[in-house]
């Protein structure tokens, strides 16, 4: 079975500072996906990112980017450029391309950017 | 853009009660979902729905949860006889992906979420 760790529980920054989020899972599958999604206050689940095991490059999208390693199964994200609206629980998860697809997620970690 | 869509947002019933979560999927979506989320913890599959019938389900989806897609749009969670511990938020999600096309997968977009108390 696969295992989406979050090793940071709370993390806080300045508003317009950088700050990297951290996964590590675990699985035996070669080919997979990996998200990120992030849930503010009013609970919502929102996808930030999504990046293949099979791909190489990291995904970007805007100021969110992964830094995917495969061999070591890690899956950081990175909010560069941070907003207030970035205030959120973020969670990590593992997509298998087997079966029902069915995604196991994180712990999550609650980032706090500060005016 | 199209979203899921979720009822009630919030549910309040008494324990042994029957409740009936509600879910509109997007409309060209073949994956349903649905999972939980007790407060402070992580989120936790519950069901996988696919061509009318369950694909997978966790050791949470007991003999008390049932899932149906009444007409071709709704998809509904029942819960037949609730417990104290099953207050939480529960989310349903859909995504694109056709199972026939192996290797393939899609994202999983969620709906709001409808927080359920038992008292």
């Known amino acids: 079975a696969q295992t989406v760790t979050q090793s940071q529980p709370e993390m806080s920054v300045q508003e317009a500072e950088t700050v990297t989020l951290s996964c590590t899972y675990d699985t035996s599958e070669n080919n997979y996906y990996l998200f990120w999604y992030k849930q503010p206050p009013s609970r919502q689940m929102i996808l930030v990112i999504r990046q293949e095991a099979y791909k190489q490059q990291n995904a970007t999208e805007n100021r969110f980017s992964v830094n995917f390693q495969k061999a070591a199964k890690s899956f950081s994200l990175k909010i560069s450029d941070s907003q207030l609206g970035d205030t959120a629980m973020y969670f990590c998860?593992?997509?298998?391309?087997?079966?029902?697809?069915?995604?196991?997620f994180g712990q999550g970690t609650r980032l706090t950017i500060n005016p | 853009e199209p979203e899921v869509t979720q009822t009630p947002s919030h549910q309040v019933t008494q324990m042994g009660q029957e409740v009936i979560l509600r879910c509109v999927p997007i409309s060209n979506h073949l994956y349903f979902y649905w999972y939980r989320q007790i407060l402070g913890q992580k989120v936790e599959f519950l069901v996988s729905?696919?061509?009318?019938?369950?694909?997978?389900k966790s050791e949470i989806f007991d003999d008390q949860f049932s899932v149906e897609r009444p007409d071709g749009s709704n998809f509904t969670l029942k819960i037949r006889s609730t417990k104290l511990e099953d207050s939480a938020m529960y989310f349903c999600?859909?995504?694109?992906?056709?199972?026939?096309?192996?290797?393939?997968?899609?994202?999983?977009?969620f709906g709001p979420g409808t927080r359920l108390t038992v008292l």
């Open positions: 729905f696919y061509n009318n019938e369950i694909s997978e």
């Open positions: 998860a593992f997509g298998s391309i087997q079966g029902a697809q069915k995604l196991v």
């Open positions: 999600a859909s995504s694109r992906d056709d199972s026939t096309k192996l290797g393939s997968t899609d994202t999983q977009y």
